[in-house]
């Protein structure tokens, strides 16, 4: 299982997500271009020491990315997914797929995920943070393939 972020734009979150691919022992996959540079003491101070533990991959774009990725689906997290979390099967070899925090992912990628999936929230409430959602996300899909560590 990959973790993968589109265009991430809060350097907070990549840090996040780099600790989640350390703790969990799965690879990150960055397409950038970022809303941020790579050397941002914000993502740095959210990694703390754990970017050595990281396997993280950045990826010019998105044709680099669709390229260079391993095979397996593309599960894309979205508020306007197609399936809720508690009713998706996730594989071993899926990739984890999150959107731009500002504006969630493009027509292009919604048309190449295999799958759509959104976590359920209060009808009120609009999105949870992105690094939050990977880590739900990470975990059940973990969970489910009997890869927690």
């Known amino acids: ?12 979150n990549v840090g996040a ?25 914000a993502m740095k101070r959210a990694a703390l020491d ?6 993280m991959t950045r990826h010019a774009d998105w044709d680099a990315f ?11 997290f979205t ?3 197609a399936t809720s979390l508690p009713d998706f099967a996730f594989q071993p070899d ?5 959107g731009k925090e500002t504006s969630g992912a493009p027509d292009y990628v919604h048309a190449a995920a295999d799958a759509r999936v959104v976590i359920p929230l209060k009808p009120e409430a609009r ?13 059940e899909g ?8």
């Open 17 to 41: 997500c780099i600790r989640l691919s350390a703790c969990f022992g799965v690879s990150l996959h960055i397409i950038e271009p970022t809303g941020f540079r790579f050397d941002d003491r």
């Open 79 to 81: 508020t306007r997914g």
């Open 127 to 139: 999105s949870l943070n992105l690094s939050v959602t990977a880590g739900i996300a990470l975990w």
């Open 142 to 149: 973990l969970r489910q393939t009997g890869a927690l560590g």
């Open 1 to 12: 299982m990959r973790l993968a972020l589109f265009q991430p734009d809060i350097p907070q």
């Open 94 to 98: 899926d990739t984890l797929l999150f």
């Open 50 to 55: 754990y970017g050595p533990l990281s396997h």
């Open 66 to 76: 669709q390229r260079d990725r391993r095979p397996g689906r593309l599960v894309l």
